[in-house]
């Protein structure tokens, strides 16, 4: 079968504990930040968002800080579960005058929760 | 949310030949998106099909590889022709979806494609 997360860098964590997933991103004017969770064989779900004009945000389990001074994002995930096993990507929304923008897709990290 | 309806969910084709996949969304949308994403890789933009104008691709995906449709606001097909092993990946449509937040986007559940 396929095998997202092959080469992607992997987080290991024991259940219970938080977990930090880092992503850096690359253009300095975007102004908006989405993380999301692909778990093996679905499309990538919606997380959390921020926009640029914060630098923290908090939902449930989960908080998404925003350093623009270094263009660094990071997902934390409190009290980690084995089902928030899966590959975490950021993305970052390039609008352009006069268009809606597309996401671009962080290379991911591969959350792997051990009971 | 926006619920995304996509087939094939997965498929095996020879070289040479031509795959079409659909994307079936249930409310209209102005833009849909189709990423592929390579084994082990992150998702890639292949282009922005908007209804009754031709789609936008991005660098390095041009029309005559990967034709697409967008007959309405509900539903879009991107074609894969005159595959090769090198076309081998998840396919997938995205739109935009306010109802996650200011520009959430919803995905569909993929395509997994392999060429032999």
């Known amino acids: 079968g396929e095998s997202v997360g092959l080469h992607l860098p992997t987080l290991s964590v024991q259940e219970g504990d938080n977990s930090i997933i880092n992503c850096a991103y690359s253009n300095s004017a975007s102004d908006y930040f989405i993380w999301y969770k692909q778990e093996s064989g679905k499309g990538p779900q919606f997380i959390i968002d921020i926009r640029s004009n914060m630098d923290k945000r908090q939902g449930q389990r989960v908080t998404v800080l925003l350093n623009k001074t270094v263009k660094h994002l990071s997902l934390q995930i409190a009290a980690t579960q084995p089902g928030d096993s899966a590959v975490y990507f950021c993305?970052?929304?390039?609008?352009?005058?006069?268009?809606?923008?597309?996401?671009?897709f962080g290379k991911g990290t591969k959350l792997s929760v051990k009971p | 949310s926006a619920v995304i309806s996509q087939k094939p969910s997965r498929d095996i084709c020879q070289r040479g030949t031509s795959l079409t996949i659909q994307c079936q969304v249930d409310s209209q949308v102005t833009m849909m998106f189709w990423y592929r994403q390579q084994p082990g890789q992150s998702l890639t933009l292949i282009a922005t099909?908007?209804?009754?104008?031709?789609?936008?691709?991005e660098s390095g995906f041009v029309i005559d590889k990967f034709p697409i449709s967008r007959p309405n606001l509900t539903f879009s097909t991107l074609t894969v022709s005159n595959m090769s092993p090198e076309d081998s990946s998840i396919y997938l449509c995205?739109?935009?979806?306010?109802?996650?937040?200011?520009?959430?986007?919803?995905f569909g559940s993929g395509t997994r494609l392999t060429v032999v």
């Open positions: 995205s739109v935009e979806d306010y109802g996650q937040g200011n520009y959430g986007y919803t």
């Open positions: 099909a908007n209804q009754g104008s031709e789609a936008t691709y």
């Open positions: 993305a970052e929304n390039q609008a352009v005058v006069g268009s809606q923008g597309n996401l671009i």
